[in-house]
């Protein structure tokens, strides 16, 4: 069964460095997501996107983040700057774009800044 | 803006027990509604989902929901939960169109003692 793919699985950086976490969706699904859960919280949505395009972000999708599909399989996320307060678990999803489907999660970016 | 609420953060029973986890939302419009399921070390997995129709949804390992329209909820139950249920529950909503942004309450902690 096809999955979401993320890597790393762990990444540790120290404030003030940049990060790109990785991810592959499902093959031939249209809309994308960045979601974060920070510990001990709930899930939350930063970014969705299709048609090489941003199509919602939330409040916490400032300008030390952004997207990128930069070929036709993988999905980044790039946070320019982190900062303590970025540690969490990161999780991608994917969206085949049709009705009666479900957002399919990947298994998460653990990012731990210091 | 959509909201989720689930009643329990943390939820011990005994093996065999029959499990209700509470979700109620908040939405003006028409919703689709979700329960997800994180075993320790895993990624988000879909338990079940509703769109439309029968509003008793039957899931994956036994799990069922039901859509109550008029108190906008979607409860999780279980008639006799095993050892193996021990996980994280998500209960998210997103407007129609199932690639519209997730919303997710806090999660509910099930830990089954053997």
């Known amino acids: 069964e096809p999955e979401v793919t993320q890597t790393p699985s762990h990444q540790v950086t120290q404030m003030g460095q940049e990060v790109i976490l990785r991810c592959v969706p499902i093959?031939?699904?249209?809309?994308f997501y960045w979601y974060r859960q920070i510990l001990g919280q709930k899930v939350e949505f930063l970014v969705s996107f299709y048609n090489n395009e941003i199509s919602e972000k939330s409040e916490i999708f400032d300008d030390q983040f952004s997207v990128e599909r930069p070929d036709g399989s993988n999905f980044t996320l790039k946070i320019r700057s982190t900062k303590l307060e970025d540690s969490a678990m990161y999780f991608c999803a994917s969206n085949p774009g049709l009705v009666n489907y479900e957002q399919f999660f990947g298994p998460g970016t653990r990012l731990t800044v210091l | 803006a959509q909201s989720v609420s689930q009643h329990n953060h943390h939820v011990i029973l005994s093996e065999a027990a029959s499990l209700e986890l509470g979700c109620n939302y908040s939405y003006g419009g028409t919703v689709n509604l979700f329960w997800y399921v994180q075993y320790p070390g895993q990624h988000l997995q879909l338990l079940l989902k509703y769109f439309s129709g029968d509003p008793l949804v039957k899931g994956i390992k036994g799990f069922e929901a039901e859509f109550i329209k008029s108190k906008f909820s979607f409860n999780l139950r279980k008639p006799s939960v095993q050892w193996s249920d021990t996980a994280e529950y998500f209960c998210a909503v997103n407007a129609r169109g199932g690639y519209s942004t997730l919303t997710f309450g806090k999660g509910t902690m099930l830990l089954v003692s053997p």
């Open positions: 093959s031939n699904h249209l809309y």
